[in-house]
Nanobody, 125 residues
Framework: VQLQASGGGLVQPGGSLRLSCVAS????????MGWFRQAPGKEREFVAAIKWSGGSTTYDDSVKGRFTVSKDSAKKTMYLQMNYLEPRDTAVYYC???????????????????WGQGTQVTVSS
């Protein structure tokens, strides 16, 4: 699966952004799609994931209640709605896809095979 992320930008603290990730190619029923982010000098970290079949979601505690991951299967697109953004959310956001992941493993970066190019999110006043 090839992935194309978009929607990043500069936003003030407390603001909102919506990221999109368009997939091309066949998405199998056991696919999990996710969002990771990487801040300068830090490792890439899990943000959120959604199972393509069924739509169950998982979030990192740092974004729970502020971010919402969703999908439009007909458009082969995953979204990340980010509200109440904080400076600590500043990072490059990557969308990714993996197959056969289960709830206990969706946070593990090693479980993902396909990656998009990343989109920069900057939260600053």
């Amino acid at each position: 699966v090839q992935l194309q992320a978009s929607g990043g930008g500069l936003v003030q603290p407390g603001g909102s952004l919506r990221l999109s990730c368009v997939a091309s190619g066949r998405i199998s029923t056991n696919t999990v799609m996710g969002w990771f982010r990487q801040a300068p000098g830090k490792e890439r970290e899990f943000v959120a994931a959604i199972k393509w079949s069924g739509g169950s979601t998982t979030y990192d505690d740092s974004v729970k209640g502020r971010f919402t991951v969703s999908k439009d299967s007909a458009k082969k697109t995953m979204y990340l709605q980010m509200n109440y953004l904080e400076p600590r959310d500043t990072a490059v956001y990557y969308c990714t896809a993996g197959r056969g992941l289960i709830t206990s493993t969706v946070r593990n970066i090693r479980g993902y095979d396909d990656w998009g190019q990343g989109t920069q999110v900057t939260v600053s006043s």
